[in-house]
Structure formats: C-alpha cells, structure tokens
C-alpha cells in the first residue's frame, strides 16, 4: 500500500493518519488532536503528506535565525 493520494482511498489515509499519531482519543493535553487537525487535508485529498511536513517544518527555519554556511562547514 502507498501513501499518496492517488493509491489511496479516504479510508485508507485515516487509518495512516491514526495508526501514525497512535491513539488520538487518549490524549491528556490536547496537543494531539492538534496533530490530527494537521493532517486533515491529506485525508480529504487535498494535500500529500510530503507537503504538509515541509510546511509544519518551514515554520522552524527562518533565513536570519540559519548559521551562515560556507562550504560544508558553519561559521
């Protein structure tokens, strides 16, 4: 079974979703359910899992907060 939209039903994409996080229902913070919001449109077909990912990750990377590189190594 594959994980893109395309090789998958809405069923199959909760299920990912779900067996993913582990047991949404029990959580003791609400930070889960959060999690699970995230993912809504990857169960509704409208976003791969890969671009949801980059856009969660993309918040946390901000040019002016980056080491400046120079070759392979940080200044």
Known sequence: MGYLIAETTREERE???AESLGNIEANCD???SGLAEMYE????GKK???EINM?????YVKEDIR???TN???K
């Open 30 to 32: 609400g930070c889960m």
């Open 72 to 74: 392979c190594f940080y």
């Open 41 to 44: 449109d990857y169960i509704d």
């Open 55 to 59: 856009e969660f990750n993309a918040r």
């Open 67 to 69: 080491p400046e590189r």
């Open 15 to 17: 299920k990912i979703v």
């Open 48 to 50: 791969e899992l890969r």
